[in-house]
C-alpha cells in the first residue's frame, strides 16, 4: 500500500461526527495499535494477528502517521482506526492505483454502528480532498458484518476471487457526485 499523494494531513481540523471524532494518530494511542494488531478476534478475516512482542519492539512512538490513517476516538480514547490508502500492483487489477478502505475497531466497539459513522466521514473528507476518485475495499466473505458494512457504504460488487485460503470480495465505491451549483439546476 501506497499513501494518498499531496493531500492535506492532518486535516486542519479533526473530523467530528454525531458520537466520535477522526483524528491523526499521537503518542497515547500506541497501546491500542499494539491491541488492535495483536488481537486474534481483530483479526480473524486479516491473516491473523501479529506477536504483541514483536509490534511492542518496532511499532514507532506514534504508529500510522501518514496521509488517510486515521484513529477513531470516543470520549477522548482511541477505539479503532480506518484507513485510506493506495492499493498497489501486487492487489486486484481491479483495485490497483486507486484508494483502499481498511478498518479496524476493538471488539469491544463492534455492533454499535461506529464503523458504519467513521467510515462514512473518512469517506466524505475522501471526496474531498480527492474528488472524483473511486474507492476499493477487499473483504472476506465470511466477515458477513463487513459484507454489509460495505454495502451501507455504497460499494458494489466487481468480483470475488480465493486468497489466503477463503474466498474475497472486492468492491468500489463510485467517486461521490460533485455538489450541484444552484446554475446548474433545472427549473
Known sequence: MTGLGDVPWPPPAPIRTERLVLRAPEARDRPVFVELLASAEVHTYLGGPRPRDELERELPAVPERWPGSFVVDLDGAMIGQILLRRASERHRP????????GYLFLPRAWGLGYAQESCAAALDWFDGVLPG???????????VGS???AARLGFAEVERFRAWDAEQWLGLRSPAAPPRRPADTLN
Open 94 to 101: 481491479a483495485a490497483s492505483g486507486k484508494a483502499d478502505l
Open 133 to 143: 476518485e473511486p474507492v476499493a475495499l477487499a473483504t472476506q466473505t465470511a466477515n
Open 147 to 149: 459484507m454489509r458494512l
